[in-house]
C-alpha cells in the first residue's frame, strides 16, 4: 500500500495532463522489497547471484515496457523505490551466524555472534528510514502545492514514454464543437464527426457522459 501510495505520488508530479488508474505502483513496490530483501540478507542465501540476476532482469523488462505510450511508467518507478527502500526496512533478518548459534544443538560448538545484524544492515535500515521520510514529505509537499516535476527536470518524461516513429507521446486532444435547443445540448466531435444529443435536464448527464462521443 506505501509502494502504491509513493506511485501515486511521482505520477501526480510528473503526469498531469492524463489520468492513469491501476495497482502496477504497488505491485513494482514487490519486485522492489523482493531485491532489497535479497541484498540485506545476502548472508542466509545459496543461489544468491542467480537470485539477484534474475530479478534484475525482470525489473528492467518491465520497466523497459514502460516506455511505452498510454503506460504510467512514473507510478512504476515510484513505486519500486518506496518497496526497495522499504524492504530495507521491513524485511531485516537476522544473519546467518546468529542463527546458526541460536538452533545449535546442545553441546555443539558454533563460532559465538554476538549481534543479531550485520553492521551494513543497520547502516541500510537508517538510510532507508531518512529516504522513505524525506521522500514522502517532499512529494506530498510538492504535489499539495501543485508543482509540476517536468519544469524542473527536462528529460525526466522520457522515463515515462519514449517517441519513435511507431507512435507518438503527446497526449490526444479532444476539440468538441457544441449548440444547444432550448434545454438540449448537441455535442460534436470533430476529430471523428459523431454526435450525440443530451437532455442537460437530466441529472444523470455528467461531464464524461458528454464527451463519451469523442472516445
Given amino acids: 500500500m506505501i509502494s502504491g501510495l509513493g506511485g501515486n505520488l511521482l505520477s501526480a508530479l510528473f503526469i498531469q495532463s492524463s489520468i492513469s488508474v491501476g495497482a502496477s505502483g504497488a505491485l513494482f513496490g514487490l519486485l522492489g522489497g523482493m531485491l532489497s ?10 543461489n544468491k547471484v542467480a537470485a539477484l540476476v534474475t ?10 515496457v514502460g516506455i511505452l505510450p498510454h503506460v504510467d511508467n512514473c507510478a512504476h518507478i515510484g513505486g519500486f523505490i518506496s518497496g526497495f527502500l522499504l524492504g530495507f526496512v521491513l524485511l531485516i533478518r537476522p544473519h546467518f ?11 555443539y560448538i558454533v563460532s559465538s555472534a554476538k549481534s543479531r545484524h550485520k553492521p551494513y544492515q543497520y547502516v541500510l535500515l537508517v538510510v532507508s528510514t531518512l529516504l522513505l521520510i524525506s521522500g514522502f514529505s517532499a512529494l506530498f509537499v510538492m504535489v499539495l502545492k501543485g ?4 519544469t524542473h ?6 522515463l515515462s514514454c519514449v517517441p519513435t516513429s511507431l507512435w507518438s507521446c503527446k497526449p490526444q486532444q479532444v476539440f468538441c464543437e ?12 470533430l476529430s471523428n464527426g459523431r454526435s ?3 437532455n442537460m435536464t437530466d441529472e444523470n448527464t455528467s461531464l464524461g457522459a458528454l464527451l463519451y462521443c469523442c472516445i
Avoid: D, F, M
Wanted: glycine share 8%; proline share 4%.
Fill in 147 to 150: 508543482v509540476n516535476g517536468n
Fill in 97 to 107: 551466524g546468529w542463527v546458526r548459534q541460536k538452533h545449535a544443538p546442545p553441546g
Fill in 153 to 158: 527536470c527536462s528529460w525526466c518524461h522520457y
Fill in 178 to 189: 457544441s449548440s444547444s435547443v432550448g434545454s438540449s445540448l448537441n455535442i460534436t466531435c
Fill in 37 to 46: 530483501e535479497l541484498i540485506i540478507n545476502w548472508t542466509i542465501y545459496a
Fill in 55 to 64: 530479478l534484475l532482469l525482470i525489473v528492467v523488462i518491465n520497466l523497459a
Fill in 196 to 198: 450525440h444529443l443530451y
